[in-house]
């Protein structure tokens, strides 16, 4: 079992650049999620899945799209990058029901210059 | 919305003490989960304990416990005979019954002195 897995580990990208953070999971995990964790601020919820075809927003959503066509994967895209979304990207995914551990992938540094 | 309140920003501990993060939380809800993670330098996010709302008794994992007072919506975290590697930092979380999503408080550093 590979777990979580995310790629890039790390980004640099120029204001306006698009891109898509990837996140895959072999647990057969109903539920996925991206967060994004700033200093000082914790991990914030960007947008979730409870399935394949459903996903919802989370706290902070604006600037990023995603889609869930398969359970396994779950990639995140920044359509114009902004030095705002400067942060360290961290997907999770778990079995639904709120008792279930989230694992968490070992997050993506995203710099935008 | 539910909230989650971490009001130490930092904390210190020397090896072999006990040290306690606290963590208070705000829900109109009566059945979910909390939450502790620990994220240590290498960031990957690890699950140190959880407490299910309905369970009175407190929730222990080895060196770790925590304080789950239910009407104060409180839920601290108890470190017994810290080791050096237990710096890190401690995120409180609350997932609710009814939508799946995680809540995290904003975070304690815990230092280690030898």
């Known amino acids: 079992n590979a777990g979580v897995t995310q790629t890039p580990k790390f980004q640099v990208l120029k204001t306006g650049q698009s891109m898509t953070l990837q996140c895959a999971q072999d647990m057969n995990h109903e539920y996925m999620s991206w967060y994004r964790q700033d200093p000082g601020m914790g991990l914030r919820l960007i947008h979730y899945s409870v399935g394949a075809g459903i996903t919802d927003q989370g706290e902070v959503p604006n600037g990023y799209n995603v889609s869930r066509s398969t359970t396994e994967d779950f990639p995140l895209r920044l359509l114009s990058a902004a030095p705002s979304q400067t942060s360290v990207y961290f997907c999770a995914s778990s079995y639904t029901g709120p008792g279930g551990e989230q694992y968490f992938g070992p997050g993506t540094r995203l710099t935008v210059t | 919305a539910q909230t989650v309140t971490q009001s130490q920003p930092e904390m210190s501990v020397q090896e072999a003490e006990t040290v306690t993060l606290s963590c208070t939380y705000d829900t109109s809800e009566s059945d979910y989960y909390l939450f502790w993670y620990k994220q240590p330098p290498s960031r990957q996010m690890i699950l140190v304990i959880r407490q299910e709302a309905y369970k009175q008794q407190n929730a222990t994992e080895n060196r770790f416990s925590v304080n789950f007072q239910k009407a104060a919506k409180s839920f601290s975290l108890k470190i017994s005979d810290s080791q050096l590697g237990d710096a890190a930092m401690y995120f409180c979380?609350?997932?609710?019954?009814?939508?799946?999503?995680?809540?995290f408080g904003t975070g304690t550093r815990l230092q280690v002195f030898p």
């Open positions: 979380a609350y997932r609710s019954r009814n939508t799946d999503k995680l809540i």
